[in-house]
């Protein structure tokens, strides 16, 4: 039974920081993609951040600069830190996971690289709020 279990969120003021965690469990770890989302209130839910299997990251602009994801494979955790945090990321993240499916477009010209873009199993989210 796949399981991913966040947490990490608060209450900060803007400007500081914080780590969110996700253990997962149920499933091959090492072979998935595995993404941080949030959804604000009133919002959509939108992609923070992701890693591949090789532990190639991906963000959203917003974020960039700011936010760091990682994985660590013996754990079987996903890390995002998260600094200079700002009201508009206020919201409730949650972790997810995904196949990593190799880019055949890409392939020719780069080698094996992968694309994260199906999640599929969700954690049940940690709400972070940032306060001016």
């Known amino acids: 039974q796949v399981q991913l279990v966040e947490s990490g969120g608060g209450s900060v003021q803007a400007g500081e920081s914080l780590r969110l965690s996700c253990v997962a469990s149920?499933?091959?770890?090492?072979?998935?993609?595995m993404g941080w989302f949030r959804q604000a209130p009133g919002k959509e839910r939108e992609a923070v951040a992701s890693?591949?299997?090789?532990?190639?990251?991906t963000y959203v602009d917003s974020v960039k600069g700011r936010f760091t994801i990682s994985r660590d494979g013996p754990s079987k955790t996903l890390y995002l830190q998260m600094n200079s945090l700002k009201p508009e990321d206020t919201g409730i993240y949650y972790c997810?996971?995904?196949?990593?499916?190799?880019?055949?477009?890409?392939?020719?010209?780069?080698?094996?690289?992968?694309?994260?873009?199906?999640?599929?199993?969700w954690g049940q989210g940690t709400q972070v709020t940032v306060s001016s």
């Open positions: 890693v591949d299997r090789d532990g190639k990251p």
């Open positions: 997810a996971a995904g196949p990593a499916r190799v880019d055949m477009t890409a392939f020719q010209a780069r080698g094996v690289t992968y694309l994260c873009d199906d999640f599929g199993s």
């Open positions: 149920g499933f091959g770890y090492a072979s998935v993609c």
